[in-house]
């Protein structure tokens, strides 16, 4: 990260309430409880953003304590919509006075989150044009955004680069066009989706992305009146919609928190009851964690995660788009690797740099190479990409607890859980990057009867 994310990881620390950015963890403990997940960061932040396309108020439920909504939520009131808090994890997003903000309000969100680049179709239909800061997000590649612009060029937007953002216009309004992504890109996706739903005529998107979040965006739109039908082969029809009302919605389970809470589990031979997970988006890490020898326990209202006590087996596992292995469920996932008996083989397609956060699990102890031109097999499922990486973990290796520093999201969650597995005392910097997507995580810890303290 650079020093700009970790001032806004520090800033955003103290907004959801971490009085420090430095954890000293106290090792050898089994995390042991229960916690509760709600909506998903993958799928709140989008949803906030769906509310500027409608003329009436909307209200969603199940949003988490994170710092990314709290970015989402400072650029939508930017751009006059009054976010209203009802109850804790209920907004009311009101557009009613939407208008233009001033460039200095936005860039102060400037590399904070991803999110900016899906105001790009809603401000157009509601304004005519679109001022969006330098993007921020976790750096585990180039993240570039051409899927975006090059599908809003499609739609009719004019796109100027500024020297920090961009600016659009759309001259004759925004009209349906054929679409193919060259990869299922989920933001791509999300941009023809707020875009598309009210420009003129029908809008049809080829290889698009498919994952949970996506369709339940694709149910909050259809709340809000929108014609979106979702066809074999990853195509995509919008008919677009001249008018767009407010919804109520409570947001899908975040399934990426759920999977790490449940590698915490494996790592650090403990049991962990996740409430509100629920096991059809789960079900393909879900596969992943019984072929390692974690257990599971499917219940009503969440899922049971637990070391059953034999030793981890090594597996083979391969990154992808839905409904394949989750990009962000491979960092927790490489801990519990580190104790698994004999050689595991991560294969990251999705991101070109997605392995960094392994520089520190091998200061602890951890037996981790990473292959930068990936590794070819011919069990392979997913194909090739030119950047891909590929990680062998081999196991079982003795954790020790040492000094490290957050890089990213998933791969801060990472670290946590590897001290926490770790003998001895870690003190690991940076912590507030966490919470842009791991709700009140220092408080679950707590729960779960981690052996801790801020410093
Ligand atoms: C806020 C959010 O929802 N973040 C998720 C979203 O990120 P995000 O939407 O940014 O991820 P994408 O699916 O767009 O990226 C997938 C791949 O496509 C490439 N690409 C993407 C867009 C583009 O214009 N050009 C391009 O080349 C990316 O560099 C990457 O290699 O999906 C990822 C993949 O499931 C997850 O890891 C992130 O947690
Ligand atoms: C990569 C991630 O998020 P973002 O796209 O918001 O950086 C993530 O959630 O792991």
């Given at each position: 990260m650079n020093s700009h994310l970790d001032l806004d990881s520090r800033k955003a620390a103290q907004r959801v309430g971490l009085a420090s950015d430095t954890i000293v963890i106290r090792g050898g403990k089994p995390l042991t409880g229960r916690i509760e997940v709600r909506g998903a960061k993958n799928l709140v932040t989008k949803a906030m953003v769906?509310?500027?396309l409608a003329d009436t108020p909307s209200v969603l439920k199940g949003v988490p304590e994170i710092s990314d909504v709290h970015v989402v939520k400072g650029l939508l009131e930017?751009?006059?919509?009054?976010?209203d808090e009802l109850m804790p994890g209920e907004l009311r997003l009101d557009p009613s006075n939407v208008s233009s903000a001033h460039f200095a309000e936005i860039n102060a969100h400037a590399g904070s989150s991803r999110i900016p680049i899906l105001f790009c179709g809603p401000l157009l239909h509601q304004l005519g044009e679109a001022f969006i800061p330098d993007l921020g997000g976790c750096r585990i590649g180039d993240r570039p955004i051409d899927f975006h612009l090059n599908?809003?060029?499609?739609?009719?937007?004019?796109?100027?680069k500024l020297d920090d953002g961009i600016h659009l216009t759309a001259p004759d309004g925004l009209v349906g066009a054929h679409i193919e992504l060259p990869f299922p890109s989920v933001g791509a996706t999300e941009q023809v989706l707020l875009s598309a739903v009210r420009a003129e005529g029908t809008t049809e998107l080829k290889n698009a992305a498919i994952e949970p979040e996506i369709m339940d965006l694709i149910a909050i739109l259809q709340k809000m009146g929108a014609i979106i039908s979702v066809e074999p082969n990853r195509v995509i029809v919008i008919e677009g919609v001249k008018q767009l009302r407010g919804y109520v919605h409570t947001a899908i389970f975040d399934r990426n928190e759920a999977a790490s809470w449940a590698s915490a589990a494996l790592a650090t031979h403990g049991d962990i009851t996740v409430g509100g997970a629920k096991q059809q988006e789960l079900m393909t890490f879900l596969n992943i964690y019984r072929k390692v020898g974690g257990e599971f326990e499917v219940l009503e209202d969440g899922i049971r995660f637990y070391h059953p006590g034999t030793p981890l087996k090594p597996v083979m596992v391969e990154t992808d788009v839905h409904p394949g292995f989750m990009t962000?469920?491979?960092?927790?996932?490489?801990?519990?690797?580190?104790?698994?008996?004999?050689?595991?083989?991560?294969?990251?397609?999705?991101?070109?740099?997605?392995?960094?956060?392994?520089?520190?699990?091998?200061?602890m102890g951890a037996d981790i190479t990473v292959h930068q031109s990936g590794i070819a097999s011919i069990t392979r499922r997913v194909p090739r990409r030119p950047l891909e990486q590929a990680a062998v973990v081999t196991g079982p290796t003795h954790l020790t607890g040492a000094d490290v520093r957050v890089p990213d999201l998933r791969g801060g969650f990472s670290h946590l859980i590897a001290a926490l597995a770790a003998e001895g005392t870690s003190t690991i910097s940076n912590v507030g990057i966490i919470s842009r997507g791991y709700e009140l995580f220092i408080d679950k810890l707590e729960q779960?009867?981690?052996?801790f303290e801020l410093v």
């Open positions: 769906a509310a500027l930017a751009h006059g919509v009054v976010v599908a809003l060029r499609a739609l009719g937007a004019v796109v100027e962000d469920w491979q960092q927790p996932l490489i801990v519990a690797l580190t104790q698994a008996e004999g050689t595991s083989v991560v294969h990251e397609t999705v991101y070109e740099n997605r392995f960094g956060f392994t520089d520190a699990l091998n200061e779960l009867g981690a052996d």
